[in-house]
Structures are given as structure tokens and as C-alpha cells.
């Protein structure tokens, strides 16, 4: 089983700054790609960023330019770096993983439970 656990979530104002992280545990062989998708009240959740494991980067066209995800492929975590934030960031950030895992082949999409950021003033 693979768990994704995110962190870095709060309250903060409009044109601030947050990071998150998001780390991958449990029995994992190998993880080809990960990054965050989000949820506002009442939407579609879309896709934020991702990375894969050679560093290959893509963003929502509404944070290009202000957030950036990173990878550290040794701890099998992600990060994402929040700046100038929005009244329309604000929603709940899941990570997530494209993962093979030990004793199977093929890839599986896996998501953490979320972690909420609300920008307010």
C-alpha cells in the first residue's frame, strides 16, 4: 500500500506565500511522476502540477509563474511553492503519485486525503 501525506496547508493573505510538501510512503518501487491537483467548494478539482522523477515540470496556465513544484526522488516527496497568492487559490491541495509498487508492474494513481489553504484577508 502506498500512503501520500501532504502538509504545509493554512490560512494566509492575499499576495502571500505557503509551501507545501507531500510525502510518499509504504511499499513503493518506484515513483514515476507525483504533484498536486485542488478542490475549490463546489468545483471540478483540477490539475495544479506535476513533476516527474527526471525533473520534467507542468502547471494549470492560473499559477504559471507563481507557484513551482520540486521533487526530492531520495525521500519520495514533493513540494510546492505558493507565491502571490489568490482569493481563488483557496481550496483543499491533494497531493498526488503515479506509483509501481513493490511485487507489481504496473503504475497506479494514488492521492492523499488533502490539506486545506484558504487565502484571506
Known amino acids: 500500500q502506498v500512503q501520500l501525506v501532504e502538509s504545509g496547508g493554512g490560512l494566509v493573505q492575499p499576495g502571500g506565500s505557503l509551501r507545501l510538501s507531500c510525502a510518499a510512503s509504504g511499499s513503493i518501487f518506484s515513483i514515476n511522476r507525483m504533484g498536486w491537483d485542488r478542490q475549490a467548494p463546489g468545483k471540478q478539482r483540477e490539475l495544479v502540477a506535476r513533476?516527474?522523477?527526471?525533473?520534467?515540470?507542468n502547471y494549470a496556465d492560473s499559477v504559471k509563474g507563481r507557484f513551482t513544484i520540486s521533487g526530492d526522488n531520495a525521500k519520495n516527496t514533493t513540494y510546492l511553492q505558493m507565491n502571490s497568492l489568490k482569493f481563488e487559490d483557496t481550496a483543499v491541495y491533494y497531493c498526488y503519485g503515479n506509483v509501481r509498487t513493490v511485487g507489481l508492474w504496473a503504475l497506479r494513481d494514488y492521492w492523499g486525503q488533502g490539506t486545506q489553504v484558504t487565502v484571506s484577508s
Open positions: 513533476i516527474t522523477s527526471g525533473g520534467s515540470t
